[in-house]
């Protein structure tokens, strides 16, 4: 049985720095490419960042470029999102998924983690 559990949210200032994990188990994870969604309150599911299976490649939305960046430890089948100068825009719940090949839409991916709640004061 395949787990995605994220860990880290908490409620913070804006400023202030956050990072978020992404405990995988019951998938050979480094097979995988990772990525990084959040959903705010009544708006659509969003794609953050995402990392290919190797670590070579990243994507990101603009709306985080240069302040988030992902990263993954194969050996702890763990993901990252380092979260730095955060805004109140950030708030939403933050999902990891996994996925076959990287990618940025919600539907290439094929497991989903339960999320973790970011909450960014202004």
């Known amino acids: 049985q395949v787990q995605l559990v994220e860990s880290g949210g908490g409620l913070v200032q804006a400023g202030d720095s956050l990072r978020l994990s992404c405990a995988a188990s019951g998938l050979t994870f480094r097979r995988y490419a990772l990525g990084w969604f959040r959903q705010a309150p009544g708006k659509e599911r969003e794609f953050v960042a995402a990392?290919?299976?190797?670590?070579?490649?990243?994507y990101y939305a603009d709306s985080v470029k240069g302040r988030f960046t992902i990263s993954r430890d194969n050996a702890k089948n763990t993901v990252y999102l380092q979260m730095n100068s955060l805004k109140p825009e950030d708030t939403a719940v933050y999902y990891c998924?996994?996925?076959?090949?990287?990618?940025?839409?919600?539907?290439?991916?094929?497991?989903w983690g339960r999320g973790t709640q970011v909450t960014v004061s202004s």
């Open positions: 998924a996994a996925a076959l090949t990287i990618a940025t839409m919600s539907a290439e991916y094929d497991y």
């Open positions: 990392i290919s299976w190797s670590g070579g490649s990243t």
